[in-house]
Every structure is written in C-alpha cells, then in structure tokens.
C-alpha cells in the first residue's frame, strides 16, 4: 500500500429536503481495493456521482493523486483517469461487445473528427490500435470469444464484465464498481471476485460499492460505512464487521457473526 491516490474531504451534498451526504471524509491508497456499504438510501451512489462527477458536491473537496478533482464535469473526471460501471447495466444494446469497448477509448483518442473522415493514415493505425486493444480487454475480462455478439444478446453476467471491459478502455487509475455483483448468480460472482482480485494484482485501485457484505469483507481491504449520508465507520474488514453501530445500522449480527 502507498500514499492515497483518492481523497474526499468533507463532501456532502443536499437533495431539497434530503440530506445525501453529510461531511463525508474517505482516503483510498493507490493499490488497494476499497469497500464502501450501508443500507438502502444511505448515499454511497450519491457519493459515488460526486466522485465521477455526474453531481456536483455542495460542500468539501475531492484530491486525485494530489490535485483538486473538477467536480461536475464528468469527461474531464474520466480523462484524469476514474472511471465506472453503473448499478443499472448501461451499455449501447445494437452494438457488438467489441464496439462497446472501442466506444470506451474514445476519450484516448487523438485523430479528431476530421482525420477520421479522410481516413487519414493516423486514423487509420489508431482505429487499428483501439481495436486490438479493445480485443485485449475482452480476453482479460473472459469474454473475447463474444466479441462479435450485440451486448443486448450477452448474458447477465457478462454484461457486467463488459462494462468493465470498457471502463478499463479509458485507462483508469481508480476504477470504480457501482454494486457490480448484483443480479449475479454464486458462480457469476465468484467470477467477478477473481476478476476484481486480478485488476489488484495488476495494480489497479478499486472502489466497490456492493450489497454482497461476503464479497466485501473477503474481498477489500479497507472498508467504510455510510448511514444516512454519514460515514459511521471505516476500517479493515475484520474491524468494521464488529462495529456496533455498522451492526445496529446495516449488519444485523448474525452477518456479524458469520
């Protein structure tokens, strides 16, 4: 583990008369994979559109690798290197896999409008080096041998894998996972464990929000609780389970226990 790649400082953010997120404070080291849970409602999408920058916070500061992040401009968020999946598939159906994919390096490429309509010879080879490179995501996520099928005809999971897929298309230092379990039957989650833990070993920093709590607490290395927009908790798993306000709020302790 290193220095923390991601800092939010004081973040909160208000909905009229609904208070999303309040003061919430979070670091995530480069390297680490890093879980954030609660119950239904308790604002960890809210605090993840923050970070990518579909929201714009009210209040506080988010640091990447030292700098302020703009928040509230999401291309600019994705081109300093964070991406994400959404919690609802949302991927371009008509499209094959590998397209969907190559959509993702757009934000890498260079050529511009005009150098692709004359086809010119830089266009040519970048179009080139995208395909090969969207066809390497695939084989790294397992599903290459799909490359050619529309993403509405993949199945559920690896629907999810494709949105990784692309996701990882934008060359991300922080990729961030919005309950990519759910839906998901056990092999198909054991199948994204080892996904996730193999993006670690390739030293990729993740933060996953999930509701699978045996996925996260086998799977993260630290672990924060949000609770009606607060934070409550935050720590190693082993830690978090036991704390009697993540147990009062969201555990129950028979998860607790388990």
Do not use: W
């Not at 150098?115 to 010119?120: F, Q, S, Y």
């Not at 830089?122 to 397992?142: I, K, N, W």
């Not at 996925?215 to 949000?226: I, Q």
């Amino acid at each position: 583990m290193s220095a923390p790649l991601l800092e939010a400082r004081g973040i909160s953010k208000r909905f009229g008369g609904v208070q999303a997120l309040r003061e919430v404070s979070l670091s995530i080291r480069a390297g680490e994979v890093y879980g954030l849970i609660g119950p239904n409602g308790a604002g960890k999408t809210s605090f993840f559109n923050v970070l990518t920058g579909l929201y714009s916070a009210d209040q506080g500061e988010v640091r990447f690798d030292g700098q302020p992040l703009p928040l509230g401009v999401p291309h600019r968020i994705a081109g300093l290197g964070i991406a994400r999946t959404f919690q609802n598939i949302r991927l371009f159906g008509a499209m094959s896999a590998l397209e969907n994919v190559m959509v993702g390096r757009h934000i890498r490429l260079h050529t511009g409008v005009l150098g692709a309509i004359l086809r010119t010879p830089a266009a040519r080879r970048e179009e080139a080096d995208t395909e090969a490179r969207a066809h390497a995501l695939l084989r790294y996520v397992g599903i290459d041998r799909l490359a050619n099928q529309q993403a509405t005809h993949l199945s559920y999971g690896d629907q999810r894998r494709l949105e990784i897929a692309r996701a990882l298309a934008t060359e991300p230092r922080l990729l961030a996972l919005d309950e990519p379990a759910a839906g998901m039957n056990a092999t198909e989650t054991a199948g994204l464990r080892a996904l996730i833990e193999k993006l670690r070993g390739d030293g990729m920093t993740v933060l996953l929000i999930e509701h699978d709590v045996k996925l996260v607490m086998g799977l993260c290395d630290r672990v924060a609780v949000l609770d009606y927009g607060e934070k409550i908790a935050e720590d190693v798993p082993d830690v978090v389970r036991r704390d009697p306000r993540v147990i009062a709020a969201y555990l129950g302790r028979e998860a607790a226990d388990a």
